[in-house]
């Protein structure tokens, strides 16, 4: 796809999704889709490699929650991987500062040439498990939001994420259509991590029939101690 039919198409999906965008932004977005199909012929990134699929199902997707942010907030994007959700977002709003942090160092290794390759200067990268960068005190409660895309289940997820967010900081949680029985699984485990659902908003992508919910979970006092548990544990025993 040729940079002026890409960057059309990003422009009339940005509209519709109430997102403003430039063409130096569209550069960036178009050299990281160069480089994610690059990158994927030597490792495994990502099943999405059409372009026309890579603009809606992980650009736009990913800057969904633009809105959701507030304005020069420190983001830490858990279990990154191809940089989805924390790469587009530090394209749109430079104001943020992100993190984006993931366990397979060859990801790190692509996200860094993505940021060197787009002089993205308010993102930096960390190779690490989430549960044990979140007793790090270097990162414990140290961001004013954490994202993360296509991770796990939502009880799963709020382990990983919540340690790392400021009192009365905040959660955003990408999770696709069906969601009703994540969110029954999840009450016990916002309870002892201390947070509680704000906001969900359901929504389909652009001409698309891709439903998505963004879950926006704000952290009510700290995060007990005990959390999170030895790297493994959440996954292979949710808290419920």
Known sequence: MEINEFGAKMKDFCQKIDVEITDEQISKFYKYMELLVDWNNKMNLTAITEPNDIILKHFIDSITIENS??????????????????????????????????????RINFLDEVIKENCLNNVDTIHSRAEELGRNKDYREQFDVATSRAVASLDVLLEYMLPFVKVGGYCICMKGSNIDEELENSKKALTLLNGKIENIIKFELPESDYGRNIIVVKKTASTPGRYPRKPGTPSKEPIR
């Open 69 to 106: 942010i507030k304005n020069d907030s420190k983001v830490i994007d858990v279990g990154t991987g191809a940089g989805f959700p924390g790469i587009p977002l530090s394209i749109i709003r430079n104001d943020l500062k992100i993190t984006l942090m993931d366990s397979l160092n060859k």
